[in-house]
T-cell receptor, first 112, second 114 residues
Framework: DTAVSQTPKYLVTQMGNDKSIKCEQN?????MYWYKQDSKKFLKIMFS???????INETVPNRFSPKSPDKAHLNLHINSLELGDSAVYFC???????????FGSGTRLTVV | GENVEQHPSTLSVQEGDSAVIKCTYS??????FPWYKQELGKRPQLIID?????GEKKDQRIAVTLNKTAKHFSLHITETQPEDSAVYFC?????????????FGTGTRLTIIP
């Protein structure tokens, strides 16, 4: 029973397309995150939501729009995809405070 | 904002020897310091963490030390085994009012030589 699940696992798409990545957690956590891992393996936060409310937006282009229909789900929609968007996107959840994250398995996005 | 530096970027260690990875952080308000292990093609997984009220924590072959004055923390792996080969990330955060976020170091690729 996967704690944080992301779909799809792989996504190959052309420049200019719009795509979505879905994330769901069954841990009962209040806080969810999107992180981007680039080709050099650097993990950088994009967004965080606490109980459906946007808390952190780390200077991410407006083409990226997160949506949290409820505290168990955090989706990421990307408009007008660019080559530089190619990366692995990780969803994560946490019970907040000084507790670690549980990461999803990642979505490898390749823009061609 | 917080900035976390991690060294070395790559580390090769003979099986059975110890490995040490070091991190420094910039924000003196940070109070939570986890370490993650990421195997090739897998998700980062929490292996150990330490909070600012503790100087050292150990879990079997893994230990973490924290020096708040120097804003420095380290991961120690003893009796290394081939399955320890992975990328390791340190991170730091401040537990606020639901706005905490982990800032990660740049990662250390650890290779255990059989």
């Amino acid at each position: 029973d996967t704690a944080v699940s992301q779909t799809p696992k792989y996504l190959v798409t052309q420049m200019g397309n719009d795509k979505s990545i879905k994330c769901e957690q069954n841990l009962g956590h209040d806080t969810m995150y999107w992180y981007k891992q680039d080709s050099k393996k650097f993990l950088k936060i994009m967004f965080s939501y606490n109980n459906k409310e946007l808390i952190i937006n780390e200077t991410v282009p407006n083409r990226f729009s997160p949506k949290s229909p409820d505290k168990a789900h955090l989706n990421l929609h990307i408009n007008s995809l660019e080559l530089g968007d190619s990366a692995v996107y990780f969803c994560a959840s946490s019970q907040g405070g000084n507790y670690g994250y549980t990461f999803g398995s990642g979505t490898r996005l390749t823009v061609v | 904002g917080e900035n976390v530096e991690q060294h070395p970027s790559t580390l090769s260690v003979q099986e059975g020897d110890s490995a040490v990875i070091k991190c420094t952080y910039s924000d003196s308000a940070s109070n939570y310091f986890p370490w993650y292990k990421q195997e090739l093609g897998k998700r980062p997984q929490l292996i150990i963490d330490i909070r600012s009220n503790v100087g050292e924590k150990k879990d079997q072959r893994i230990a973490v030390t924290l020096n708040k004055t120097a804003k420095h923390f380290s991961l120690h792996i003893t009796e290394t085994q081939p399955e320890d080969s992975a990328v390791y990330f340190c991170a730091a955060s401040y537990a606020g009012f639901g706005n905490e976020k982990l800032t990660f170091g740049t990662g250390t690729r650890l290779t255990i030589i059989p």
